[in-house]
């Protein structure tokens, strides 16, 4: 099995472990960034941490789906998005309070 099998995927992965970091264990946030963002093979952060590949895969597979089971009760990325989308739509509004929420939104 592949974990990440397309693009996609890979940055959906890539916004959960942004949004949910800090409620993964220091082991799982290592691997995943070295996975993820430093684009690592397994089989090189194996090496680094002395353990097995398998290991890590394993790790890693467990990783994606507590991020998923996360979302999953949470739903913050989906929020997030649907936040973004309505701030684009409103964005050009002439109403000057619903600037100033987007504009307070968007931390500006």
């Known amino acids: ?11 959906e992965i890539s916004e959960l472990f942004i949004i949910y970091k800090n409620l993964l264990t220091e082991k799982q946030t290592k691997y995943l960034e070295l996975y ?6 397994l089989q ?4 680094e941490f002395n353990v097995s590949k398998a290991a ?5 597979k ?4 507590s991020l998923n089971d ?5 739903g913050l ?3 997030e998005k649907h936040i973004n989308q309505i701030m ?18 968007k931390g500006e």
């Open 1 to 11: 099995m592949i974990l990440m099998n397309n693009l996609e995927k890979t940055l």
């Open 36 to 41: 993820i963002d430093e684009d690592w093979s």
């Open 44 to 47: 090189e952060i194996a090496d």
């Open 56 to 60: 890590i895969h394993d790790s890693i």
């Open 62 to 65: 467990k990783t994606i789906l």
């Open 70 to 74: 996360l979302e999953t009760k949470l």
């Open 77 to 79: 990325n989906q929020k």
């Open 88 to 105: 684009l739509k409103y964005e050009n509004s002439q109403n000057s309070e619903v600037k100033n929420l987007i504009q307070e939104l």
